[in-house]
């Protein structure tokens, strides 16, 4: 039996379904909530950038120790690998600065290291150079500065460094 395409109802049959009023307070009660669901994401969406950044930063850092363990590593053979590292993640390699130090003073030309030293490379980043411009629309994140520090001790008479696993910080 098919449905019939017109339907003729009598008056005392209606029933009458009231809807909601929907005023300026339920939309402007919702607005804010969505404001502040879409701010939330936002917030979410940077730090999940800044930590990615941040452990890009560290991976490079790491790659930089292990090229300064070699006996014939240079500041420049450092840097070369470290920006190497951090051309494969966001960029990273233009926008970031490289630091070496030894004991706590800058240092440049050919690695050695006396027993006891200890060699230390940070890597600086703004977190706004890395992130989508859509995303900087976020009140204070321009100044914010992603840093990683990587430590090595030098242990041995010879000068090279001991290449170890894990975190050195």
Request: hydrophobic share 45%; proline share 5%; net charge positive.
């Amino acid at each position: 039996m098919e449905a019939p395409a017109l339907t003729i109802y009598q008056a005392n049959e209606t029933t009458v379904v009231e809807l909601p009023v929907r005023g300026v307070a339920w939309v402007l009660g919702w607005t804010a909530v969505v404001v502040s669901l879409a701010a939330s994401a936002m917030i979410l969406v940077a730090f999940a950038y800044q930590l990615a950044v941040e452990q890009s930063l560290h991976r490079a850092a790491e790659a930089g120790l292990r090229e300064a363990s070699l006996p014939r590593a240079s500041s420049r053979s450092v840097e070369f690998i470290i920006r190497q590292h951090l051309a494969e993640r966001f960029s990273l390699d233009l926008a970031a600065t490289v630091s070496l130090e030894r004991s706590g003073v800058p240092m440049s030309g050919i690695l050695r290291l006396r027993p006891g030293e200890q060699l230390s490379i940070t890597l600086s980043v703004r977190a706004d150079a890395v992130m989508p411009r859509w995303l900087t629309a976020l009140p204070g994140l321009n100044s914010v500065r992603i840093t990683q520090r990587v430590k090595l001790q030098s242990g041995d008479e010879t000068g090279s460094l001991p290449l170890r696993r894990g975190r050195h910080r």
